[in-house]
């Protein structure tokens, strides 16, 4: 578990074997405004790493750079060992290498976004059925053992908008892990839910860390982050302000930008 | 919801027996004497009337795909193009689309001598080619304006969450995208699905016998005006009906909370 900045991390060919995620430099400008100014983070099999700060930080931006949600401006993304070709204007260089890795990374959005037209079991089936070619039969009984997981079996047949925003991210996660994904991103996962639904999403994802999925989680609930990382990164105006373990990041906050805002959510 | 209840208030029972009395005062005061014999020709043309709609709806509809596509997300010498194909079906009227591609077309044709000696000519002859064409691209040039705003009305986080987990782009757009681009059009559709079929009687200018033009026969040949054309009304109605109620249990497919 390690995540250094810019100038150390760019390391010699030799890949750890149990590396999942290797981001470099990363770079991202929104016309005149840059974003991401040079962010490095790497991830091994079984970490969950945090990323944290204030709103305009660029860390949904960074995750989303991560499978190519955002082409980044330039920087280097490796995945499980494979770096993402990219041509000079940070688009995918091939879309079939893109695809295969995305379909090996469990995206969890803020607002849910599971497809309005199918119910939850064949948002859960979807993907592993039409993208990954899993035979209808084994994806279904694999699909209602997640659902069941995350407390939804009984919801299977049930159109998304019938549920509440806590039931619908849960069965997003459910759709997630039907991939069987090498890493699951979350993008801010519990931002859009009412606070009383937060804590079963969050008892969700906190079982799958207790499993040793791997994990890259952008969010705003700091109790749970402390709880669940074992390394939290602290993004600030799109540079990496602090990072290290998160007893080290919460308990003995460094740099002033961090003091305030961990005084600014408390 | 009608129970039984409801109907027996008492003004709807008054209602339905004013309906009954003018139902049979129709069938009593009118003139059907001439329906046995003409029976069969209003049946040809009770069909005529239901293929040409469903060709052309279906036919037009495949057609509004790419042009809404097109004009949603297409390169501009896709979106120009598709953009003035409707504009100007749109703004103009089908009879006279109907006529510029039945005189027009069909006497530029025979002019053609590989034409006239080509497979098609038999049917290039005929009306109907014309008739399906123009009531085709009328209806492809409404619904492919219905179906940029539908394409265009997806939510973004839909097409995301797609991208998010590798799925090809056509793959995307098969189950994705254009299923609930059409889930939000379908009432729409259903509307200009039945407009379309009280566009169809303007064929009957162009020599096509539908249901129409069956109407108007009885009247050249027995000077009997109000029965047909009574009857012709409760036709339209009839598939009218049947195509609300249909396109209402395509609605209902997919439930959808407060409805």
Redesign the interface.
């Known amino acids: 578990m390690t995540a250094k900045t810019a100038a150390d991390s760019v390391r010699p060919a030799a890949e750890p074997a149990d590396e999942a995620i290797r981001v470099v430099d990363l770079h991202k400008s929104f016309g005149n405004l840059e974003v991401l100014k040079g962010v490095s983070l790497t991830a091994s099999k079984g970490d969950v790493v945090t990323l944290i700060g204030g709103s305009g930080s660029g860390k949904s931006t960074c995750l989303r750079c991560i ?1 190519f ?1 955002e082409n980044p401006t330039s920087g280097r993304i490796v995945i499980g060992g494979e770096e993402i070709a990219i041509r000079a204007d940070g688009t995918p260089a091939s ?1 079939k290498q ?8 469990g ?1 969890v ?1 803020q ?1 849910f ?5 199918r119910t939850l079991l064949e948002n859960v089936t ?2 592993p059925i ?2 990954l070619g899993v035979p209808k039969d084994e994806a279904h009984d694999r699909a209602m053992a997640l659902l069941e997981r995350v407390g939804l079996a009984g919801k299977a047949d049930t ?1 998304p ?2 549920l509440s925003g806590g039931q619908q991210q849960r069965a997003a996660i459910a759709r997630a892990l039907a ?1 069987d994904p090498s890493v699951m991103l979350f993008d801010e996962p519990t931002s859009a839910l009412d606070p009383e639904l937060v804590g079963e999403v969050l008892s969700v994802i906190r079982d799958l860390a207790a499993e040793g999925r791997t994990m890259l989680l952008v969010t705003h609930e700091m109790k749970f982050a402390r709880e669940v990382s074992n390394h939290v990164i602290y993004l600030s105006e799109g540079r990496i302000e602090e990072e290290g373990p998160p007893e080290q990041v919460f308990g003995t906050p460094q740099s002033d930008r961090l003091k305030q805002f961990l005084k600014s959510v408390a | 919801m009608i129970t039984l209840r409801s109907l027996l208030l008492p003004h709807r029972i008054a209602m339905m027996v004013v309906f009954a009395a003018l139902v049979l005062w129709c069938a009593f005061t009118l003139r059907w004497d001439w329906i046995p014999k003409y029976a069969p020709l209003a049946a040809e043309g009770i069909w005529r009337t239901i293929w040409i709609l469903a060709v052309t709806t279906v036919l037009g509809f495949l057609l509004a795909i790419p042009l809404g596509l097109a004009q949603a997300i297409g390169p501009w010498y896709l979106a120009a193009p598709a953009r003035t194909f409707c504009t100007v079906i749109r703004g103009t009227p089908l009879l006279l689309q109907i006529w510029l591609l039945y005189y027009g077309l069909g006497s530029l044709f025979p002019q053609f001598p590989w034409i006239r000696e080509s497979e098609l000519w038999p049917y290039l002859r005929q009306a109907w080619p014309y008739a399906v064409l123009a009531l085709t691209l009328s209806y492809a040039g409404y619904e492919g304006e219905v179906m940029r705003g539908a394409f265009a009305g997806v ?1 973004r ?2 097409i ?10 056509f ?1 995307m757009f098969r ?2 995208w254009l ?2 681009a059409i ?1 939000s059009a379908l009432p729409t559709l259903g509307g200009e699905t039945i407009l379309q079929l009280k566009a169809t009687p303007l064929v009957a200018t162009i020599a096509i016998v539908e249901s129409y033009a069956v109407a108007s026969r009885v009247r050249q040949d027995t000077f009997i005006v109000y029965e047909p054309l009574l009857l012709l009304a409760v036709v339209y109605m009839v598939i009218a009906g049947i195509l609300a109620f249909a396109f209402r249990k395509l609605e209902q497919r ?4 407060g409805h």
Do not use: C, D
């Open positions: 499978n949600l879309r893109i695809e295969r890795i995305r379909s090996r990374l995206m959005f607002a976004n599971l497809w309005t037209h979807e993907v039409h993208v159109y908008s019938f991939i | 939510a986080g839909q995301e969450a797609a991208e998010a987990f590798g799925m090809p782009r793959t189950r994705i299923p609930q889930q997919v439930p959808v909370k």
